[in-house]
């Protein structure tokens, strides 16, 4: 299936078949339960979701172009880091400017993680100067692909 993006660049994905089974021996049938066996419902149904979920994040990975990632290299996520992710990133605003939250998931992103850099920060005057004009330098990026917008009507 090929798919063309906003910007125009062209995506082309196969499609997959992702199945999950359920078992049910002879001998457990007298003992089978509602509650056994929507236990046992809720153990294909995570099956299917851990598959979805991989594929997913798999079709992300392939599919997300270089000059939007960012190559930890082994690193510990730090401000340091965090500073070149929203760099890359495409940062969308609420129109008083301030950012729309980031969701972000994997390894490097957890909370304990995340209170760090932000302790990092906090402490360090030149590190939130540099993320003050990072933010800055995005929401104009942003304010300019507003006002090229095209409007429908």
Known sequence: MRVARADQSQSSSA???LSSTMEIKFDEIPELTLQKTMAKFDEMILD???QQTGFALERIG????????????GKTLDAELM???LETLQMEFHSDGQPHQLHVFGG???????????EQ????P??????????AKKREEW??????RKLVG
């Open 108 to 118: 490097l992103f957890t909370a304990e993680r995340q209170k760090a850099i932000d």
């Open 121 to 124: 920060f906090q402490n360090d």
């Open 83 to 85: 500073l070149q992710v």
């Open 15 to 17: 499609v997959q078949l």
């Open 48 to 50: 299917m979701v851990r």
């Open 62 to 73: 392939e599919e997300i172009p270089d000059s939007q990632s960012v190559d930890a290299k």
């Open 126 to 135: 030149d590190l939130q100067i540099r993320l003050d004009e990072v933010i």
């Open 143 to 148: 304010r300019a692909r507003e006002a090229c």
